[in-house]
């Protein structure tokens, strides 16, 4: 199985979702270098309020790193670039959000986002993000609510923190 790529999803409907938290996607081609990029090669990019991409950016990158602006302060959010920074409660907080989001975008959801999770080589504890995110990310949950970016049942909020 192959991770989903940008260039294989409703490209509309990500810049959507990124637009609801002040954030722009900004696609760019193949052969360019991803400004902001932590990992390089293909990974999605983060400069302020942009979030870079390329057709071969994986989407599970794309909602990672929108996960980690959504998650970050804000005074730290006023000066990003590529480093997002943050700890470890903020860090397991950005992954089950980035799983929340896929379920905001159509035709991808959780499961699928937690497959390329797995097949990228994300690391959980029980062996797979589904697993992790299902019985193992409470204190991933109660922070993203204490925060404001979901609700007491699961729901994005559309809101940044802070």
């Known amino acids: 199985m192959s991770v989903l790529h ?3 999803v409703d490209r509309p409907a990500v810049a ?4 609801r938290y002040g954030m722009d996607l900004r696609l760019l081609s193949n052969d360019t270098d991803i400004p902001g990029s932590y990992w390089g090669d293909s990974e999605a990019g983060l400069a302020g309020n942009t979030l870079y ?4 950016t994986p989407l599970h990158s794309i909602l990672h790193e929108a996960a980690h ?29 980035q799983i929340l989001l896929a379920d905001a975008l159509p035709g991808i959801g959780r499961e699928r ?10 690391s959980f504890r029980l062996g797979s993000a589904r697993v992790w995110f299902e019985t193992d990310a409470e204190d ?23």
């Open 6 to 8: 940008i260039a294989g």
């Open 16 to 19: 959507l979702l990124l637009a």
């Open 53 to 56: 991409a390329r057709p071969d």
């Open 69 to 97: 602006y959504i998650c970050m302060s804000p005074e730290r959010r006023a000066g990003l670039f590529r480093d997002a920074g943050g700890d470890d409660a903020e860090e397991n907080a950005v992954c089950y959000l």
């Open 113 to 122: 986002l937690c497959r390329d999770m797995d097949e990228w080589g994300y």
């Open 140 to 162: 991933a949950r109660l922070w993203l609510i204490d925060e404001g970016i979901i609700d007491a049942d699961g729901g994005i909020t559309g809101q940044l923190r802070g």
